[in-house]
T-cell receptor
Framework: QKEVEQDPGPLSVPEGAIVSLNCTYS??????FMWYRQYSRKGPELLMY????GNKEDGRFTAQVDKSSKYISLFIRDSQPSDSATYLCAMVDGGGTSYGKLTFGQGTILTVHP | ETGVTQTPRHLVMGMTNKKSLKCEQHLGHNAMYWYKQSAKKPLELMFVYNFKEQTENNSVPSRFSPECPNSSHLFLHLHTLQPEDSALYLCASSPQGVRYEQYFGPGTRLTVT
């Protein structure tokens, strides 16, 4: 069993749709939960992070973490063609080192068509 | 230059060649990372350097040899690679004490023939 499971898609939605991206994980030591966005021919960039359980909102993006179910989500409201990218979930445990050994999901390819 | 830069952006090498990938970060970070990104697979952490010292080696074959001469530069020396090593190699850096935030370079697309 993979430590982090993410549906690779691809996911294709019309402009303006609400997009839901999800990951499940098995390691209960994970404390930080991140979403990275990767455009074609670019490296991943951090979109949002959440510490422990709860919700976090940033503009059109909302991240949710349910540690009891080991399930995280990213919602994109009013999706735009510029949101077309690969979305990677990532997780890391809570301490022990000053750097992070991130564990990534496979990534979901999202296309928003006009 | 800003952020994390990587050279070359594309590399084609034969199985008997020796080549090196270079990464430079202009962010003042202390930790640097090498990742491998293959199609249909998650990013795989290869090496971590913290304050120039290698702190993690994720069971990477010895044909990959990292080098970190200072906190701003990271190299990945390649020799006797296999076709299955063809992938996107990403370098990243992170600030001290921030476990969740890593800044990635654009990657080197490596093809082994």
């Amino acid at each position: 069993q993979k430590e982090v499971e993410q549906d690779p898609g691809p996911l294709s939605v019309p402009e303006g749709a609400i997009v839901s991206l999800n990951c499940t994980y098995s390691n209960s030591a994970f404390q930080y939960f991140m979403w990275y966005r990767q455009y074609s021919r670019k490296g991943p960039e951090l979109l949002m992070y959440t510490y422990s359980s709860g919700n976090k909102e940033d503009g059109r993006f909302t991240a949710q973490v349910d540690k009891s179910s080991k399930y995280i989500s990213l919602f994109i409201r009013d999706s735009q063609p510029s949101d077309s990218a690969t979305y990677l979930c990532a997780m890391v445990d809570g301490g022990g080192t000053s750097y992070g050994k991130l564990t990534f999901g496979q990534g979901t390819i999202l296309t928003v068509h006009p | 230059e800003t952020g994390v830069t990587q050279t070359p952006r594309h590399l084609v090498m034969g199985m008997t060649n020796k080549k090196s990938l270079k990464c430079e970060q202009h962010l003042g970070h202390n930790a640097m990372y090498w990742y491998k990104q293959s199609a249909k697979k998650p990013l795989e952490l290869m090496f971590v350097y913290n304050f120039k010292e290698q702190t993690e080696n994720n069971s990477v074959p010895s044909r990959f040899s990292p080098e970190c001469p200072n906190s701003s530069h990271l190299f990945l020396h390649l020799h006797t690679l296999q076709p299955e090593d063809s992938a996107l190699y990403l370098c990243a850096s992170s600030p001290q004490g921030v476990r969740y935030e890593q800044y990635f370079g654009p990657g080197t697309r490596l093809t082994v023939t």
